[in-house]
Structures are given as C-alpha cells and as structure tokens.
C-alpha cells in the first residue's frame, strides 16, 4: 500500500475490521436496529445498510480493473469527502439511506445480508493483489489503498454503533479491531500532514478527527493552526 499511510498488509486489516463488525452487526434485533448511532439522523439500521453499501462497493471495486495512473490513494481518496457546509448533499444521502433501509420487514434480514456480504467481500480482498489497480467512484486506486478506505470506512461505522450493539457481557470483544483503529490514525494523520500533536488514544482521534466529537478550547489550543482543518474528514 501506498507510504502516505497505508497499512503494509491491507487484506488483514480488512478482515479484522469487517470481522468485527459484523460481530457486532450480528448482535442487531429488530429492536436494537432502532436504537441511534453517532451518525446524525441514523438508527442502527440505517447505518448497517450504509455498511452493507460500502462492502459491496467494495466487492464491485475489486472485480473492475482500471487502466492509466492512480488518481488517488489511501489518504487523498477522503479528500472528496469534506464537510458540507450546505448540508444539502448529506441531508439527501440520509434521507436515502433512511428510506432504502426502513424496506427491510426483519431486521434480521438486513443483519444476515451485511454479513454474508461483508465475509464475501473479506475473501475477495484476500486474493487481490495491491498493487493492482481498480476503479471506484469516478477513481483510479491500487487495491491496496481501496482496502485501506475499506477499513477506515467499516472502523468508523462501527464506533458509530458501540453505543448501541457493543453493551453488556463480552462488550470488549465487539469493539472495533486495533488494526482498523491503527489505520484510522495513519488516514488521519496522512490528512493533517503530521502525526496528531495531542496524545488521543486511536478511538478518541477518530471521533475527533471526522467530527464526532467536538474539539475542545484546550485541544484547540494544544493545536493551534491545525484546529481549523479539523474535522478531517466526515
């Protein structure tokens, strides 16, 4: 994977981060999959369809070949998703995942599909070779680097849900994987062009970095310039 941030085996740390969180995705009840997430507008259900739409991007990135240069890699690919200061575009993107999610009559319909396709999705990475290029939404990547936003995607999503689906007895073991958490923090400082001069443990820079959790005055100050790039990414 590319050195601006990638991790070095990018098939395993795909298969932590979906083996985890389909983990905890195989927790969700129809009950349960009412419950909100740390994404604005979101139940768990909305989310899990969100997760399932990622995972099939996905499965289809790695069966379409690219030719010519890569136009991004496991850093800049997240440049395109900025803050929208309008709201207008993630207001419309919720409303759709909230709509296409809400068709599911069972939860656990919903719940058995990500995981099937999130396991499918784990074998296809695993015969993909890195450096091989793929297209996915408008961009050229090597496979390495679209494994790499895999991760950082499905270890983000998941801290949205722990709330909700990693409570009670054997919590720990449905928490996001380190190796996901550790590739979040290598994105993010990829972002900001250094590593994060505050010692945040991975879990609390990545709701910080993609505006979870909201600075605070002493972590802006602790930054300094740097606190206007933040949320990193969103």
Known sequence: MSAEGGSSQPAQVVRDAYHQLAAAVATMTDERSWLPTDCLGWAVRDLVFHCLSDAQRGLVALHTPADGEPDRD???????????????G??????????????FLHAEQLRDLYVETAEAAVHAAAKAEPDELIATQGHVLKAGDLLSTL???????????????CGGPGAEELMPAPS??????????????????IDWD???????????APLTPAER???????????LFS
Not at 151 to 164: G, R, Y
Not at 180 to 197: K, S
């Open 151 to 165: 991760a950082v995607e499905a270890t983000i999503h998941h801290l949205d849900l722990a709330a909700s689906l």
């Open 90 to 103: 993630a207001a419309a993107g919720r409303r759709y995942v909230r709509v296409v999610a809400s068709m």
């Open 221 to 231: 100050d602790r930054l300094g310039q740097l606190a206007d790039r933040f949320p």
């Open 202 to 212: 991975d879990a609390t820079y990545a709701r910080k970095g993609t505006g979870r």
């Open 180 to 197: 996901g958490l550790a590739e979040v923090r290598r994105t993010l400082d990829g972002l900001l062009g250094q590593p994060v001069p």
């Open 74 to 88: 496991a850093v800049t690919y997240w440049s395109d998703w900025q803050p929208d200061p309008s709201g207008v």
